[in-house]
Structure formats: C-alpha cells, structure tokens
C-alpha cells in the first residue's frame, strides 16, 4: 500500500498528494508530537499545555477534517495516546491533559461522524528518538508495539511473517 506522509500544521498539502497520486485513504496514523521531555521552570505552563492542545486536537481536527472534506470512503484512524495518562508523571501534566482531549474528541468523532472509525490506544513507553536518553529505561520495541496496531486495524490476526 502507499503511504503519504502529512505535515498536520498544513494537511492539505498531504490532500493535494493524495489526489495527485489519485489515492483515496483507508487508514490515518496520527503520530504527530512536539517534544514531550521538557524542562519546566513552573508545575503547570499554559504555553507547553497549548503547544501539546495544538498537536493533539486542533490539528488532529483539522487533519481529519480536511481528508473527510475531500474524500468520501471510510477511514480508519489510529491514534496513539500515552501509559502517561495512567502513571500521573508530575512534570508531563501538560502533556497528559492534552492527550485525555484527544481522546476524548477520538471517542466523539468515532460515535457520532459517519464512515469514521477511531482506534485509541495508550502505548507504552516507546524506544524512540523522543525517549533516548543517557540513563537506561525500560521501553517496548516499536516495531513490536506497532506490528500488533497494524494487524489490528487490518483484522490480520494471523502469526508474524
């Protein structure tokens, strides 16, 4: 299958990509994030938490709405959310909060937008380039994490290949 990169400040420009290249979606991986580990200087800052409200709902919003506004089919879309939500880490309150939005507008738009279904799921701590650090901590292979979502969403319940 193609995939198609999006920039989610400017979705219409993975729209017009998708229409030059005549492809309708089935399928939205929505892993967009800014940096999560930052250092504060107060326990709770309105511009991190609207930074993170920015990617994880405004232009989650907008994204979804620009391939629903261009593209009739179904779309089946993934959105990942964080063990973080669970945890209650102090210094990623901002993060957090703007992870539960997000999935509290997935929950909306799966019940109520036609043609539309939203998977949530809160992934463990990832080895990623957001989580590399210089002391050691337990992270879940991405690619293991990611496999069982793809198999999931495809109803491909079969052994690895």
């Given at each position: 299958p193609d995939t198609v990169p999006c920039t989610v400040a400017v979705p219409e420009a993975a729209v017009a990509e998708l229409r030059a290249k005549n492809l309708e979606p089935t399928h939205l991986y929505y892993?967009?994030?800014?940096?999560?580990?930052?250092?504060?200087s107060e326990s709770w800052e309105p511009d991190l938490f609207q930074s993170f409200?920015?990617?994880?709902?405004?232009?989650?919003?907008?994204?979804?709405?620009?391939?629903?506004?261009a593209f009739d089919g179904p779309l089946t879309i993934f959105y990942p959310s964080s063990s973080a939500l669970d945890d209650r880490i102090q210094a990623l309150a901002e993060y957090s909060a703007a992870k539960a939005a997000g999935e509290e507008l997935c929950r909306y738009l799966d019940r109520f937008e036609k043609d539309l279904r939203v998977e949530v799921r809160r992934l463990p701590r990832i080895a990623t380039d957001q989580t590399l650090t210089l002391t050691t901590f337990p992270a879940a292979s991405a690619l293991d994490v990611m496999l069982e979502v793809i198999r999931d969403l495809s109803g491909d319940r079969g052994s690895p290949g």
């Open positions: 892993f967009a994030s800014p940096k999560i580990f930052v250092s504060k409200m920015a990617s994880y709902v405004t232009h989650f919003q907008a994204t979804v709405n620009a391939l629903r506004g």
